[in-house]
Each structure stands twice: as C-alpha cells, then as structure tokens.
C-alpha cells in the first residue's frame, strides 16, 4: 500500500495509457477514437511530466520531446492501425523518430544505417509481401484484436516494472562504476575513444566492428548469406517450377 | 559530464512494451513481423543510450549486429508468410494453432474467432466491379461462364459470336 502511495503518478498514468491503447484497438463493438487518445495523451502527459528534467541543452531538450512523442504516437498507430498498409508507414516514421533519437545519442553513422536499412529495404519488403498476399479490401483479422484486454494489461504492467526500474536506478552511482570500469570495457586501445573526443564516428565505429568483432562481422555476413538462401528456398513457387 | 539517461531509457521502454502488445492483439501475420521488428528498435534505442552513458563503441557496435539479425529477419519471415498464405489464402495466424498443446483451448475467444459477418465502416466499403463479358474459353473446355476478365478477351468473344 505504501508503494502505491508513493507511486501514485506512475500507477495513474499508466492506467490511462492502457485504459485509452484499449479503447484503440479494433474490437467488434464501434467506439470513437477521440476517447482513446484523449486518454491515452493524458496519461502520457502525466508519465511525461516525471521525465521531464531541467537542466542540460534546451535544444537537445526541445528535439528529445519532438522524437520521442513523435515516436511513441506512431507507434500506437501502428499497433492499432485496421489497415495494414497504414500499420507499415507509422512503422516507417517510428523508425525515422528514432533515428532522430539515434542522432542525439552520437550516433550519426547508426541513424543513416538504421534509415537505409529499414526505410529502404525492410519496410519496402513488407510492402510487396502486403501486395502479394494482401486480400481485397478490408479483412476480419485486421478488425478483431486477439485477446485486447489481457494484452494491454501485461503490456503496461511490464512497462510499469520497466520504468519503475529505471526510477530508482541511481544513474549517477552507475556513472560512477562505469567510469572505474572503462578500462575494462575494451582492451584494445585503438577502439576506446578518448576522454574528450565524441563516440559513434564511422572512424570509431569501424575500429570497433573491424577490430574487436571482427569475428562477428564475418558471422553476421555468413548470417545473412544463410538467410538469403534459405528465403529463396522457402519462398513459394508457382506449379511450373519457376520463382 | 550531464546525461539524462533515464528518459531515453524510458522512450526504449516503452517502444519496447508497444511492439509486444502489438506482437499479443495483431492476428495479421505481416503485422506481428512488423511488431517485433518494433521491440527490435526499443532494444537498439536502449543500447546506443547505455553505449553514450558508458562513453564506448560498443552499444553502437551492437546495434549493427541488431541490424544485420532484423534485415535476416524480415527475408525470412516473409518468405515463410508468403508460404503459408500460399497454403492458406489468409494472413490470420488464428489459422495455425494446430501446433498447440491438445488439451489447451484455441487461443482466441470464440465470440471473436467466429465473427459470422463483418460490418465494414463505410469509409473501407469498397466499390465491385460489375462482371462484364464472357470468360476466355480453354482448350478442350467450352463452358460459357460470364467473369469479369480482360477486355480484349471479351471483346474477341463477342466478335467470335457476331
């Protein structure tokens, strides 16, 4: 009980975010989405107001909370979306928001990988197999969520664990062990980037891929020679043999 | 050295906790694929946040790693929907519960499995194509069925019967 005392702003605002993602999502029985969000939005709010911290760059501040709403709405899109072509493009704009959170975080060379990756190959994919096995017009299943309430309750109660972790992990004592063990973090000089000079660069980053995992590289390569042979082997022929 | 760790760990979070909800309620095959790669951007998110806060490479070698296992991923994935909805003729993975345990119920309730009729809103109501001329004939067969088919076919028909 004195838990929920002192979290009370947690357990609210979660409860309105799944309360409102519940009414979202497609059911049998119509309700107006203006419900939903407006829930929804509250309780992100509620949840917002928490993270919300002061000090540090305005700017960064300003371009974190365009992204990260922008990211989180779309995907509550996505996740409730009766259109499964609509569904992929708020996928498309989640992964753009996140890469712009990329971009915060020193990663230039992620966030370009990460567009060129998903935007351009991934989700295009996913747009022709939604043109070859897509049927006419509006389906059953994209209007039946499966088991929506059950879902949304694990959902948020997971997200309530999450965060709550997060809460009362004293980032600056994790600061703190992290900088003790640096030295340990990687033995190779070459790919520890110094005090003073910013990480994620493609110089950094590639001394990184190409000399402490190296072998994974050449795994990750063998992994996707592997995928692409086995997707043209399990990819549906027509009766005369041809692809 | 100022980071505010936290909330970049909590958008990852709930990315993260969206993308399973998604992977729960969607029955759309393509689109608890799409779900999942939906956790994979919460996961990445959360090591290129760790990888800042440690001031390493290694969250952002990760995440490549992250990249190249979704893209792998996403090939096959697709390839086995496109197998299966060449089996089946839908997407709906309620189909495919045959691989669970015998005494265990199907997993979605009944009221929603077995929805007799769709009432389609009226803005995802599309408009039919009246069926105009006559089918192609075969060889061998000569069954005159009227279907909507190209219009050089219907055209040729008629004029074979003019």
Not at chain 1, 23 to 47: C, E, H, I, K
Not at chain 2, 110 to 128: I, S, T, V, W
């Amino acid at each position: 009980m004195d838990w929920l005392i002192q979290n009370w702003l947690l357990v609210i605002s979660l409860g309105l975010m799944g309360l409102g993602v519940w009414w979202l999502m497609p059911s049998s029985w119509p309700r107006s989405q203006a419900g939903g969000w407006l829930l929804t939005l509250v309780g992100g709010g509620l949840l917002a107001s928490k993270l919300h911290v002061a000090t540090g760059p305005l700017a960064e501040s300003i371009l974190f909370w365009i992204f990260s709403v922008a990211a989180l709405l779309c995907a509550v899109l996505m996740i409730t979306s009766r259109k499964p072509v609509y569904a992929a493009l708020w996928f498309a704009l989640v992964t753009f928001s996140t890469c712009g959170l990329f971009l915060l975080q020193s990663a230039p060379f992620l966030a370009a990988a990460t567009i060129i990756v998903y935007a351009g190959a991934i989700i295009v994919t996913f747009l022709f197999v939604m043109m070859l096995a897509q049927q006419a017009g509006a389906t059953v299943y994209d209007q039946r969520a499966r088991q929506p309430l059950l879902a949304t309750i694990v959902a948020f109660v997971l997200l309530g664990a999450l965060l709550y972790t997060i809460k009362i992990w004293d980032a600056h004592r994790a600061v703190a062990a992290a900088e003790e063990s640096r030295a340990m973090i990687t033995t190779n000089e070459l790919s520890r980037p110094a005090e003073d000079q910013p990480i994620g660069t493609m110089h950094g980053l590639g001394r990184s891929l190409f000399g402490d995992y190296l072998f994974a590289v050449e795994l990750a390569g063998t992994l996707l020679l592997i995928a692409s042979i086995g997707a043209i082997a399990m990819a549906p022929r027509r009766a005369e043999g041809t692809l | 050295m100022t980071i505010e760790v936290e909330r970049y760990l909590a958008v990852g979070a709930a990315l993260f906790v969206l993308g399973a909800l998604g992977f729960l309620t969607r029955r759309n095959l393509i689109l608890m694929i799409l779900s999942s790669e939906l956790m994979l951007h919460g996961v990445s998110l959360t090591l290129v946040t760790f990888g800042r806060m440690h001031h390493s490479q290694e969250g952002q070698a990760f995440t490549i790693f992250i990249l190249t296992v979704a893209a792998c991923e996403a090939g096959l994935a697709l390839s086995l929907v496109l197998a299966l909805y060449q089996k089946s003729k839908t997407l709906d993975v309620e189909v495919w519960t045959n691989l669970r345990e015998p005494d265990l119920p199907p997993p979605m309730l009944a009221e929603d499995r077995d929805e007799p009729a769709l009432e389609l809103p009226e803005a995802m109501r599309f408009p039919l194509l009246t069926p105009a001329g006559r089918a192609p004939q075969k060889s061998g067969s000569s069954d005159e069925v009227v279907g909507s088919n190209g219009a050089s076919s219907s055209s040729h028909s008629r004029s074979e019967r003019i």
